[in-house]
Every structure is written in structure tokens, then in C-alpha cells.
């Protein structure tokens, strides 16, 4: 992306974990900056240690580290910078986490649960972040367990007008996998211009990554069905749902996920699976061993940069999705 050169009398610096330095490469691009030296690594017992090797007093921090798996050393590495930072005089600290941890236990299910998103929000609260940034939320409300300012940035625009070049030609229908993200599917409707249809489905509460899929509420069939999720995780969820899918006579089926994490079996649910193309973006790495020929990855970087100009300049987050839903 073009146009992106910030004032250089202004002093904003870019830091990255050790989960993605290759997102934070590609933000750091578009941005027309470097990412600041960073000295990390564990002692012998897993202790981390980060030291920035230039000075960040009175500077404007963005601290970007994608929560890949180990997810909990990734976690505890980006409070440990946000704390160095803290501790050095940096003048604002935004958290950059394209993927928002622990955001599926957003609430108590039963008794005796922790509310572990809470739980990471006021860990960054503690360590010292002034600001967070995140894209597509488990559940909007996670926004309000941080105490400050969050910009829920969506990948949905990036999305949508890739399924609009690429299948648009087709009778399209977007199809929610769960009555939790039919407001999500709302807004694809609105920006394809088709129809909606619902999946209902029930999980059982001790057994997790897996789902027992009721019953398609709307017409799909004859229909290009467009199953719009936030993440893919171990793929059982999605391909139980593309299933019931053809068994209620869609013609096709295009699966897009903000988030691939594509843990375990992911991979050989879906590349054996009857969906014709995955949609995901880069919010997470998602290594070579993973990548078939039916999934196509996004890159996100543009859009964390577009932001995180917005918000260093003080300008509108908001204006970036503007007439996108």
C-alpha cells in the first residue's frame, strides 16, 4: 500500500514480539518506518527477558505480537514489552493484537469458569497499556472489558470484495454458522447484496472444539453459499455446517474466517472436505505444513497500518470502515 509515509518529526515506533515479526515487517512497510531492535529470549527455566536497544522516552508505542500457539508464551512476552515500555517514559502504548487471546471465554457458561477475555484485558491495563487494537472480535462486548480506548478494526471489506470478484457472478447466499454471528452476516449481506440463511446448532458444554449442527433456517438451495465465521479452529464446526449444507442442496460452498488458526486436524477437515475455497487473512502465521490449494490467505498489514496511522495522527478509525456495512 501507497500513501501510508508518516511525519518524521513525529515520534512514532513500531515493536514486535517474536510469535509474527513477518505481519509487523509487512505494518512497518506500509507505514514507512522500522521496526524498533529487540533483544528477547528465555532463560534456561522459561523465563523471559525483552530489552529495546534504543531509547523509547516520550515516544508513541505500538507494541504488535500475533497470539499463535504457544499462545501463553506469546501473551506474556507482549505484557513484558508493554511493561519495558512503562517503565522507560514511552509517552502512549497502543497493544496491537490482530488476534484477541482467550476472547471464546467471554462469559460464564456454568459456575466455578473464569472470564478469562476480562481476565487478558486487565493484564494489558496493568502492565501499562494505554490503548488496545484488535481485529473481528469473538464478541463485541470483549471492547468493553478494557478500561480504554479499543478499535475494533474488520476484515470484513477485505473479505467480502475478495468472495465479490471471485464468485460474484454466482447466486450468492451468506450463511451464519450460529445465531452469535447473524449480525455479522447481516452486514455481509448488505455489502454482496444477497440473501441470509442460519445454521442452528447446540454444543455441549464438556466436550470443547465440538459441535452437534441442527438444522439450515433459510433457502440455500441452487445457491453459492458464502459461511462467514470469525475463526477456524480444528475445522469441525465449519465442515459439519458445509455438510449440512449440501445436504440441504447448496450448489457450492466458500468458507471465510478472519482468524485461521487451523489447529490439529484443520488442515485435513478442510482440504478433504467438499468447501471449494477457504477465505482467511493473516491475522495469525499460518506455516507452509498447513497451506493446501483450496485455502487463500489475505494479508491484514494494510489495514493494522491504515489504524495505526489514524491513531498516531489522531485522526478517525471509524472513517476506515465507513459505508462497509
Known sequence: MTGLKLDSSKNLLLFTGRAYPELAA??????????????AYEFAN???????????????AFVLQSHTSPINTWVMEQLLMVDALKRASAKRITVVMPFYPYAR??????GREPISARLIADLFKTAGADRLMTVDLHTAQIQGFFDGPVDHLFALPLLADYVQQQWGDRDLVVVSPDAGRVRVAERWTDRLG????????????????EVKVGEVVGEVRGQTCILVDDMIDTGGTITKAAELLFDNGAADVIVTATHGVLSGPATDRLKNSRISEIVTTNTLPIEDSKRFDKLT????????????REVFED?????LFDGAA
Request: include cysteine.
Open 105 to 110: 471465554q467471554d462469559k460464564k457458561h456454568r
Open 315 to 319: 485522526g478517525s478509525v471509524t472513517s
Open 46 to 60: 522459561g523465563e523471559i527477558f525483552v530489552r529495546f536497544e534504543e531509547s523509547v522516552r516520550g515516544c508513541d
Open 26 to 39: 509487512e505494518v512497518a512497510v506500509d507505514l514507512g518506518v522500522a521496526p524498533v531492535p529487540t533483544s
Open 194 to 209: 444477497c440473501g441470509l440463511a442460519i445454521i442452528h446448532k447446540r454444543r455441549d458444554p464438556n466436550v470443547p472444539n
Open 297 to 308: 490467505v489475505l494479508s491484514i498489514a494494510p489495514l493494522i497500518a491504515r489504524a495505526v
